[in-house]
C-alpha cells in the first residue's frame, strides 16, 4: 500500500512539465482506448459489395464487441465483422498472433451467419435453376438477398447493384456513368461475356460453388467452433462457399448500427472531397444515415 501512495503522490507532483502531463495522458488514454477498440465497440468501412443491398460501399458502421467477448456466441441470421480466413497467421499462442489477432494484420471482412456450430449446410440447387441453402435439412429462407441484378463499372468487371426501374444515370445505390457502363456492356457482349448478373442466378469457379454440403463441428482441432457465413449479395460474395467453415476465434464484433453511407471506397473522405469535389455531394446517401441495421 505504501508503494501504491508513493505511486499517486508522484503522479499528482504539482508543477509537472507540458511533456510529462501530455506522457501521462498518453499513458491513461491508449490502454483505454485499446481496451473499448478490442471488446467493446468498433469502427468498420464496408470495401466491397459482398452484403449489398443491406450493406453499400463506402458505408460507416459501427460494432458490438462486448456480446461476442462477454456475453453470447453469434447468433444465425447476425452481420458480423471478422478477421479474414486467408491470411497467413503467425502460430497460435505467440506474441506474433496476438498482435495480428489484436492490433495490426489482415482485413476486416462482413458477412451474415447462415451456419452454427454443430449444424449440417447443404447448399442445392432447385427445379427452377435458383441456388438454395438448407439447414439441418429444412429450407432456410432469406428474405434479405439482394433482390436486384450486377452489372460492369469497369472493363475488370467490378460489378455493382443496379435498379432496372431507373436509368443508370439515376440509380439509388450508386452514382453510375451511363455512357460508361453501356460501352462496357457492349464490348462485353462482343467478346461473349455476360453483361449481367441476375438474381437468382448461380456461381461455380473462384467465388465457390452453391453446391456444397458440410458439417459444422462445434469445436475443430484448433479447439474453436466453426461458423457459415455468406454474403447477401451472392452473386459477388467471397464467402464460405469459397473458404470454407470460419473458425469462431477469428469473429470479433456484431455489425449493428450504420453511421453514414457516401457512395466511395476511399478510406479518407476528406482527400475524397478534395478529388473529387462536385459529385462527391451528390454520392451522400442522406436518406441511409443513422440507422439499425439487421
Do not use: C
Not at 196 to 213: H, L, M, N
Amino acid at each position: 500500500m505504501e508503494k501504491i501512495r508513493r505511486f499517486i503522490k508522484w503522479w499528482n507532483r504539482p508543477n509537472k512539465s507540458v511533456f510529462a502531463d501530455y506522457a501521462q495522458a498518453f499513458i491513461v488514454i491508449v490502454p483505454i482506448a485499446f481496451l473499448i477498440r478490442t471488446w467493446g465497440y468498433g469502427l468498420y468501412q464496408v470495401p466491397t459489395g459482398s452484403m449489398e443491398t443491406t450493406l453499400l460501399i463506402g458505408e460507416r458502421f459501427a460494432s458490438d464487441k462486448f456480446t461476442y467477448s462477454f456475453i453470447r456466441s453469434p447468433r444465425r441470421g447476425e452481420i458480423i465483422a471478422f478477421n479474414s480466413p486467408l491470411f497467413d497467421y503467425s502460430e497460435s499462442g505467440t506474441f506474433s498472433n496476438w498482435w495480428e489477432n489484436y492490433v495490426w494484420g489482415p482485413e476486416n471482412w462482413t458477412k451474415r451467419v447462415i451456419g452454427l456450430p454443430g449444424d449440417h449446410i447443404e447448399g442445392k440447387i432447385n427445379n427452377e435453376g435458383h441456388p438454395e441453402v438448407y439447414i439441418n435439412g429444412q429450407l432456410f429462407h432469406e428474405p434479405y438477398l439482394n433482390k436486384f441484378p450486377l452489372v460492369p463499372i469497369t472493363y475488370q468487371w467490378k460489378p455493382r447493384t443496379y435498379d432496372p426501374n431507373f436509368s443508370f444515370d439515376e440509380q439509388p445505390f450508386y452514382l453510375m456513368d451511363g455512357a460508361q457502363v453501356r460501352r462496357i456492356q457492349k464490348i462485353f457482349k462482343e467478346n461473349g461475356i455476360p453483361t449481367e448478373r441476375e438474381p437468382g442466378s448461380t456461381i461455380v469457379g473462384a467465388e465457390g460453388s452453391d453446391i456444397f454440403d458440410v458439417h459444422l463441428k462445434i469445436k475443430d482441432k484448433d479447439g474453436t467452433d466453426e461458423y457459415w457465413v455468406m454474403g447477401d449479395n451472392r452473386l459477388g460474395s467471397g464467402d464460405s462457399r469459397m473458404f470454407g467453415p470460419l473458425k469462431g476465434k477469428l469473429i470479433h464484433g456484431r455489425i449493428f448500427f450504420r453511421i453514414f453511407s457516401i457512395d466511395t471506397d476511399g478510406s479518407w473522405l476528406i482527400v475524397d472531397l478534395i478529388r473529387h469535389p462536385i459529385t462527391f455531394w451528390k454520392r451522400i446517401r442522406w436518406r441511409r444515415w443513422l440507422q439499425l441495421v439487421s
